[in-house]
C-alpha cells in the first residue's frame, strides 16, 4: 500500500490548491460570505423566490449563490447581499 505524505492545511484551500496569494484571499473571502448569505437564508426559512425579493436580485442569482457558483458573485456584490441580508460584514486584517 502506497500511502501519500499528509500535508498540513495552510488554513486557505485556495493558497493549498496553488492560487496566488493573492487571489486565494479574495477567494476564501468570496467563498466565506457565500456560505453566511446560504446560512441566513436557510435560517430564516426563505424560499429562493423570498430570498429574491429581499435581497433584491432575480430569483436565478438566488440560485447560482446556493449552487456556490463563486464566479458569478464579485466580493462586492457579496457584501451588498450579506448587508442586506442582515449580516455585518467586516474587514479583518491580520
Known amino acids: 500500500m502506497n500511502k ?5 492545511s495552510s488554513g486557505n484551500v485556495f493558497a493549498d490548491l496553488g492560487f496566488s496569494p493573492e487571489e486565494a484571499t479574495i477567494l476564501a473571502m468570496r467563498a466565506e460570505l457565500m456560505a453566511r448569505i446560504r446560512e441566513t437564508i436557510l435560517d430564516k ?10 435581497l433584491g436580485v432575480g430569483q436565478s442569482r438566488i440560485s447560482d449563490l446556493v449552487r456556490g457558483k463563486r464566479d458569478k458573485f464579485s466580493l462586492d456584490m457579496l457584501v451588498t ?7 455585518h460584514v467586516e474587514l479583518a486584517l491580520s
Open 81 to 87: 447581499l450579506a448587508t442586506r441580508a442582515g449580516r
Open 45 to 54: 426559512g426563505w424560499t429562493q423566490a423570498e430570498a429574491a425579493g429581499q
Open 4 to 8: 501519500e505524505p499528509v500535508v498540513e
